[in-house]
């Protein structure tokens, strides 16, 4: 069932999306002017609604719908793109507290979620909540936008994944500025516990040190990461991607 929905999703979004050089140098997603867009539109989210529907929690809680449909969104147009292998979704809605589950790991192949995590912000986008988000080089802010994960390293946190973000000016220093996915003993219930709030980073999504190497090996080699915060229209989500 979701093996049909998926490839309609993408048919979809591959007649609804134009990807050209106007739509890169002005650093936005455009939409074909064309009789048919509205249409697809409506059709794109009725097929995202269902979607969200149908997820099997596994257990989890959901994710908000509206960074799920932005993220599911930037997956099919990516995925089409060919910048994404895998069908896989790791969503990070930082309009969440840090105090809570803001971290999901989406199987679309079998519309599951596999994982729902705690996750770091940078100690410069914020206390309890995220506010502020940086691209620039030791601004130990977190960037927002869509990544695709890569390889595995050994660092000084230990296993940690590199990422390589998407977005011209929004995100596409991750990798110069060693944006990585890494577990801390900083993100934990019991840290929250001790000090009213999650440890912060210097920018990374950070984890769990016990969930780190099972997110870490489902999601890498070319998954897709979104970061989700209000702060950004809509349209701003479907920012163009690097060349």
């Known amino acids: 069932m979701y093996y ?18 106007n739509s890169v140098k002005e650093g936005n997603f455009l939409l074909n002017k064309n009789k048919k ?20 929690a596994n257990q989890f809680e959901l994710p908000n719908y509206d960074s799920f449909a932005e993220g599911l969104k930037g997956y099919y147009t990516l995925k089409e ?9 790791t969503l990070i809605d930082f ?7 803001r971290l999901w790991v989406i199987d679309l192949a079998t519309n599951t979620i596999l994982h729902h995590s705690l996750v770091a912000h940078g100690k410069n986008t914020g206390d309890e909540f995220a506010t502020k988000f940086s691209n620039q080089n030791s601004s130990f802010q977190s960037s927002l936008g869509f990544y695709s994960t890569g390889e595995i390293y050994q660092g000084k946190h230990g296993a940690s994944l590199k990422l390589d973000g998407l977005e011209e000016g929004l995100n596409s220093n991750a990798r110069s500025r060693a944006i990585v996915i890494h577990g801390a003993d900083y993100v934990s219930d019991k840290f929250i516990k001790q000090n009213k709030r999650l440890g912060r980073s210097l920018g990374c999504p950070a984890l769990p040190k016990e969930l780190n190497m099972p997110i870490i090996t489902t999601i890498k080699d070319k998954s897709l990461l979104f970061i989700y915060h209000p702060s950004r229209k809509k349209e701003e989500n479907n920012q163009a991607l690097t060349s």
């Open 4 to 21: 049909n929905v998926a490839f309609l999703l993408l048919y979809l979004f591959g007649n609804s999306f134009s990807f050209n050089s």
């Open 81 to 89: 793109k060919g910048l994404i292998k895998k069908e896989i979704l």
């Open 37 to 56: 867009t509205s249409s697809y539109r409506s059709d794109s989210h009725t097929m995202i609604a269902s979607i969200y529907q149908n997820l099997n």
């Open 95 to 101: 309009s969440l507290s840090a105090n809570t589950k």
